[in-house]
């Protein structure tokens, strides 16, 4: 795994654990049970400790899921842990987003997914991939951001 990765997995799960009283605070959306923060937090741990053998932290990363928000970030985050350089993050983007509406049985707009769609349309609209039929979502022509007819 590129280095850059690693490092932007360690701060980012620094920055949910040093956040997740806020995010308990301010999850409402589709269920104010505040316990979000901290799900995320336990959830994505195992990103905090890089290894070379990315099998071990996905499986640990999978394993430590809680509840909807930590099975949803698992599942994202396990393809980009799997990246073996910033050449491939893009079809990681993709692959994590699908695996990511499908981690729950009653996906919402409004939550994590929306950040997720929208990291997948930005990747797109600057032309580093063609979005896929999954999720019956829109289709892009590659390089162009452009919608086209499915």
Known sequence: MDDLLKKSFVAGVERVTAWSDLLDAINVFPIADGDTGRNLSISLSPLRVPD????????????????????????????FYAVDSLANLTTAAQEGNARAWKAVSDPRRG????????????L???????????????????????????
């Not at 640990?60 to 909807?68: C, P, V, Y």
């Open 124 to 150: 797109c609209r600057q032309g580093f991939y063609t979005r896929s039929k999954k999720r019956g979502s829109d289709h892009f022509t590659p390089g162009t951001g452009r919608a086209r007819d499915a």
């Open 111 to 122: 939550t994590m997914l929306s950040v997720f769609d929208a990291l997948e349309e930005i």
């Open 52 to 79: 070379r053998d990315t099998d071990p932290v996905v499986r640990k990363l999978l394993l430590s899921a809680r509840g909807n928000s930590g099975n949803i970030a698992s599942r994202y985050f396990s393809t």
